[in-house]
């Protein structure tokens, strides 16, 4: 298994309220990604990253920013959480920008936006 | 607008025979498919893919066709096991574009046993 891990697993916040979401890799690859899964809307991609300071918007990046200062480690932000994005946050990675390449994905995150 | 379409929201199977999960693509330029599946409480983990210059590749009890006229894939298992009861993905990309793939909204496959 690639070895991402997110953190915190699960989080209940208040709307208004700033929340970091935490992924980290040890697998040393280039390429970070993350995506939020709804019912009935599949996995969307949010931000994703291409190298160290390098990150670009996703088809739902409203309401997020990220920020990705070392290899190992891609954040996302919500500035102030609403109950819209309650929803369950993927971290993942790929080592190539090719399209021969899978991705691979975390355990997830499941924020609750009350 | 959606470019990579499952139109099954879910699919009941049972034990030992056939699962058939089908998607559909809009975008010409997409070049490279691929199958994620997801169980709940984990992330999704890739299953198999397929480059345009195939029509099938077969990896065990999966295989995925490609028909390329009518911008349709299909995965295939058999046989069905519980265990392959999950949420899958059918994901797109292309060679000439974006490196990131499109991905359709799942299909939840119920393998009775």
């Known amino acids: 298994d690639a070895g991402i891990t997110q953190s915190p697993r699960h989080k209940v916040t208040e709307t208004g309220t700033p929340v970091t979401l935490r992924c980290h890799q040890t697998?040393?690859?280039?390429?970070m990604y993350w995506y939020r899964q709804d019912p009935g809307h599949g996995l969307r991609l949010i931000h994703y990253s291409y190298g160290v300071k390098d990150t670009d918007k996703g088809e739902v990046s409203d309401g997020y920013s990220v920020s990705r200062s070392k290899t190992e480690d891609f954040l996302l932000t919500l500035e102030s959480a609403t109950s819209s994005q309650t929803s369950v946050y993927f971290c993942a990675i790929s080592d190539k920008g090719g399209s021969y390449n899978e991705q691979f994905f975390g355990p997830g995150t499941r924020l609750t936006v009350l | 607008d959606q470019q990579v379409k499952q139109n099954s929201p879910s699919l009941s199977v049972q034990e030992g025979r056939i699962s058939i999960l089908n998607c559909d693509y809009t975008?010409?330029?997409?070049?490279?498919f691929l199958w994620y599946k997801k169980y709940p409480a984990e992330g999704p983990t890739f299953l198999i893919s397929?480059?345009?210059?195939?029509d099938k590749n077969e990896d065990g009890r999966f295989t995925v066709f490609l028909n390329k006229s009518a911008k349709h894939l299909s995965l295939h298992i058999v046989p069905s096991q519980p265990g392959d009861s999950a949420v899958y993905f059918c994901a797109a990309k292309s060679s000439g574009g974006s490196y990131i793939p499109t991905f359709g909204r799942g299909t939840s496959l119920i393998v009775h046993p």
């Open positions: 975008n010409s330029m997409f070049d490279y």
């Open positions: 697998e040393n690859h280039r390429y």
């Open positions: 397929i480059s345009s210059i195939k």
